[in-house]
């Protein structure tokens, strides 16, 4: 079964960190670029970070110098690792792929081949 399953979702409090887990069945990430996207209640989806099959990678300008994301191939594996993390980044926080894609795509509009089912989460005191 071809999928994306995302992990590691949570509840912490502000300032606390999470390592999100993109996972991939079926299929092999080495040849894809893999978004990160996150959706909070009453917004629209937004991206927050990429890394192309080329692993060049971007960041939301909210998120940049707090969350990194890397691959692991071996694991076919993307994570997002969220540190100083703020209410604000409250959302289902989804993993999507594109199949022979170099570049990095953080929109979440572009025509991804698979998405994940999104992981919950919430930084509260």
């Known amino acids: 079964q071809v999928q994306l399953v995302e992990s590691g979702g949570g509840l912490v409090q502000p300032g606390g960190s999470l390592r999100l887990s993109c996972a991939a069945s079926?299929?092999?990430?080495?040849?894809?670029?893999i978004g990160w996207f996150r959706q909070a209640p009453g917004k629209e989806r937004e991206g927050v970070s990429c890394?192309?099959?080329?692993?060049?990678?971007n960041y939301a300008d909210s998120v940049k110098g707090r969350f990194a994301i890397s691959r692991d191939n071996a694991k076919n594996t993307v994570y997002l690792q969220m540190n100083s993390l703020k209410p604000d980044d409250t959302a289902v926080y989804y993993c999507a792929a594109v199949r022979l894609v170099s570049f990095c795509v953080i929109s979440p509009y572009y025509s991804f081949d698979y998405w994940g089912q999104g992981t919950q989460v919430t930084v509260s005191s």
């Open positions: 079926g299929f092999t990430l080495d040849y894809y670029a």
């Open positions: 890394i192309g099959s080329s692993n060049g990678i």
